[in-house]
C-alpha cells in the first residue's frame, strides 16, 4: 500500500521538546544559515506578506538552529527568518537542538517538501546530496520522507537532464511531468528541441507525453557524429555513476567532461579513476 503524505515527517525529526531540545531568544544576527538548505529560490513576495503578520502578531512558529560555536546554525525556518529581518526583529525564538549534519539536512528537506516549498530540481538535488554526501540507499530515503521509491528514482533522474533544461525546471519553465516526458527520450538534441516546443508551444503534460512517444517511435537513421558521442557518454556515465559528455574535434582530437554536484561526488569519482592518487594525498582538496 503507497504511503501519503510524508510518513513519519517532520514531527518525528523534531520531536516535541525531548532530550536536549529548548527554546530560547536568539539574536537573528547569530544565526548563520543553514549551508545544506535544499531550497534555493524564495518567494520575495510571500515573504513581505509574511513579514507584516509577524509585525502584527509576532512569531508564533520558532525556528530551529543548532549550536555554532558561540553562534547557532539554522537547521529549519529560514522563510520565517528572513521574514522576522523584514519585519525588523532583533530576536527571534529559537528550539535548539543537537543535531548531526544528516539530521540537519533532513529537516530541512522535510519541513521544505512537507510545504511544497521546493521546485522539483531542489528536492531532486536534495535526494541526491542524501544518497552521495551521507550514503543513504532510495530505500532508507524513501521511508525518511514518506514517499515511495520509484518516487525517489524518479526525482533523481530529472538531474540527468542537459543543464539548460534543468535551468528551465528551477525557473519553473518546465514543470516536473514535461522533465519526465523529456526524459523518456534517449538522444539528447531531441530532448533539447522537445524542451524548446514546451517552452515556446505552451504543451500540456500530456501533449509533451504524446510527442515524446511518438519521436521515440520514428524509425531509426544513420547515426549522427553527434548521436555516437551522446551515446559514448551516456555508456560511460553508467559506469561512473555520473553525467559525461564527450567532445570531439578537428582532426579526432577532444575532451570528456565529467560532471559533478558536489565535492564529495568528486571525491567518489576520484577514487574510481584514480584510487593511488587518492591514497597518496588522503583526500581531495576541497579548498
Sequence with gaps: MQRKGLGKGLSALIPALEGSAKIIEVEVDDILPNPRQPRRRFDEVAISELA??????GLIQPVVVR?????????????????????GLTC?????????????LEIALVENVQREDLNALEEA???????????????????????????IANSLRLLQLPDS??????????????A??????????????????????????R??????????????????????????????????????KVKIGKAGRG??????????????????????AVQRFGTVDHS
Excluded at 92 to 104: E, I, K, M, Q
Excluded at 137 to 148: C, F, P
Excluded at 165 to 175: N, P, R, S, V, Y
Excluded at 215 to 243: F, M, V
Design 255 to 276: 575532451r570528456i567532461e565529467i560532471h559533478f554536484n558536489s565535492l564529495d561526488e568528486l571525491e567518489r569519482l576520484s577514487r574510481r579513476l584514480a584510487p593511488g
Design 67 to 87: 549550536q555554532a560555536g558561540s553562534q547557532y546554525e539554522l537547521v529549519a525556518g529560514e522563510r520565517r527568518l528572513r521574514a522576522a529581518r523584514a519585519a
Design 125 to 151: 538535488t536534495a535526494y541526491h546530496q542524501l544518497t552521495e554526501e551521507f550514503g543513504l540507499t532510495q530505500e532508507e530515503l524513501a521511508d525518511k520522507v514518506g514517499k515511495s521509491r520509484s518516487a
Design 207 to 244: 501533449q509533451t507525453e504524446s510527442l515524446a512517444k511518438l519521436w521515440s517511435a520514428q524509425p531509426a537513421q544513420q547515426r549522427s557524429p553527434l548521436a555516437e558521442r551522446e551515446e559514448l557518454g551516456r555508456t560511460i556515465g553508467r559506469d561512473l555513476g555520473a553525467r559525461v
Design 52 to 57: 507584516a503578520s509577524i509585525k502584527e502578531h
Design 180 to 205: 519526465r516526458a523529456i526524459l523518456s527520450l534517449d538522444d539528447e538534441e531531441k530532448q533539447l528541441k522537445l524542451a524548446e516546443k514546451v517552452t515556446t508551444g505552451g504543451l500540456s503534460v
Design 165 to 178: 533544461i534543468q535551468g528551465l525546471l528551477q525557473l519553473g519553465a518546465l514543470t516536473a511531468g514535461h
Design 92 to 104: 527571534v525564538p529559537a528550539v535548539v537542538r543537537s543535531s548531526t549534519d544528516l539530521t540537519s
